[in-house]
């Protein structure tokens, strides 16, 4: 599948002025017809009627007016009016019939004379196009040549909006992909795809091509983040490795630091953490709590569908023994779930601090209305995307902290890019 490439705002703007030109010609003709301008091709255009006017202007784009001859009569502005529509109508009708065969053969040469000192961004994914607005917030000159391998949330319309962004749509692991992006002119490149493997292998094939090119790569699975890690950390090679980070990471800290750290020090006793949902964000809150808040903590309950297994295979590669835990297998959509879980803390001092997590949002929301409904006011962390009205007021309702994604990524991934600049 060969990339395929796309002009973006620059080409919405022609069209604008495309239309702006268009507009003026019927104004210019129409007007000149309208103050006694004739054609040596009509004798009398006022005993015409106003739809043959408009029927003469429109043939302009495709004639040009050879077929109405040149304006006499009527007063000097009007004839000069028409003489400016003759020539701007043809002009408007070359420059799209020349638009529409470029687009159509779309020669790599004239798609990679145009890149150059641009930010390569592999990925089109909610993470991809929240990178995109930190970029534009921080450098919003600088030319960014979009990857996009079908896995948009957005339309074409959308991802153009963002400044001067070149849309490339292919497999970013073909070479042919590779060789639209003119990676030995671009300034630095990040890889955000939904595809962990498919970043790691454009990150180092793109390595072996630009030797001192600045990659910087997501990789959201932790268990492949660890030994990708190891493997930067024990490389031995005269040129920097790719930059790995990870955004779940980035909100896992910040709901540590400024939401579950603060709570378990103002209790003044040993909490109990309830996490709903086994999914990545949660195996980095677990990371961080092994670590950071062990001694804050009298037990974590995990709590999903498949709740013992998920944690023996994550417990293979990070050891928990500094926590006491206990696991819930079963559906957070479930009543039974959550009485099952309150049997098990039933001998617990302190109320459970309950944090949903699982990956669809729906998910968590539905858990929230079910612990509402059993428990007296326990504290509740409901995992999102975006912060929406309906999000915003169904928390309020229930009186549950939201926890946007969204927000966290914001701020997250400006500071990201303002330090990648630097590198």
Known sequence: MSPEHRVPRRGSRINQLRILGIV???FLAVGAFLAGVRTTGISDPQDQQFLAWLYYSGGLFVFGGMDLGSPVGGPFLGRAALWIAYFLAPLITTTAVVEALLRLVRPD??????????????????????????????????????????????????????????????????????????????????????????????????????????????????????????????????????????????????????HLYPHFQDTGQLDVLVIGGFSRFSETILELLRVSAANELERVVIVDPDAARKVRQFEADVPLDALTYSTVDGDLEDPGTWAEVEELLRQAEVEP???????????????????????????????????????????????????????????????HYEGFRMV
């Open 109 to 258: 040469w004239l798609q990679r004379r145009a890149l150059k000192d641009h930010l390569v961004l592999a990925g089109s994914g909610r993470v991809a196009l929240a990178y995109l607005d930190a970029i534009r917030s921080i450098d919003p000159d600088r030319t960014v040549a979009l990857v996009d391998s079908g896995e948009s949330l957005a339309t074409d319309s959308e991802l153009l909006d963002h400044g001067r962004t070149e849309l490339i749509r292919g497999d970013i692991r073909r070479p042919g992909t590779l060789g639209a992006l003119c990676l030995h002119r671009a300034d630095r490149m990040v890889v955000l795809s939904n595809d962990d493997m498919a970043n790691l292998e454009l990150a180092w094939g793109a390595r072996e091509r630009v030797p001192d090119l600045p990659i910087a790569v997501h990789v959201a699975d932790l268990t492949l983040l660890r030994p990708v890690n190891r493997i930067i950390k024990d490389q031995k090679e005269p040129n920097s490795p790719p930059l790995i980070f990870n955004t779940d990471r980035i909100a896992a800290l910040h709901l540590f630091e400024e």
């Open 24 to 26: 003026l010609v019927f």
């Open 353 to 415: 601090v309950y944090l949903l997590a699982a990956k669809e949002e729906v998910v968590n929301f539905r858990a929230a209305m079910l612990l509402r409904g059993r428990s007296v006011e326990p504290r509740v962390f409901a995992r999102c995307f975006h912060r929406t009205r309906f999000a915003q007021s169904l928390a309020d309702q229930l009186s549950f902290e939201l926890l946007a994604f969204e927000e966290v990524l914001k701020e997250a991934l400006r500071d």
